[in-house]
């Protein structure tokens, strides 16, 4: 029997794993909620219940809209969450990267 391609070893990922996987195949269009360019990610945390949401950002937003950001990417994700029946167990901490705006020439 031949050895199987790496991309095709079998492996079965934890509920994290796979609610990181949805949220970060959505992400996409919580970016295109707001004018500004605003990138998301969801990485599972290493305790299996928290998922650590990145976000960058220009750092010139205002905080107000920051925080709108974040309240925006945290319901999202637990609203996928409930629809597995998973939102009682899940944390979702915040790091945030703000980024210099380019200059416009």
Known sequence: MSEKAPGFEDYTPSRLEWLVVILNSFAQH???MHGDNVNY??????????IILH???????????????????????????????WDSWIEIKTQWNPIERPTKH
Do not use: C
């Open 41 to 50: 990610a969801y990485i599972p945390g290493e305790d299996g219940k928290t």
């Open 55 to 85: 976000i960058i950002h220009y750092d010139d937003l205002k905080p107000e809209n920051v925080s709108n950001l974040e309240d925006v990417a945290k319901t999202f994700a637990i609203g996928i969450a409930k629809n597995y029946k």
């Open 30 to 32: 919580i970016n295109s």
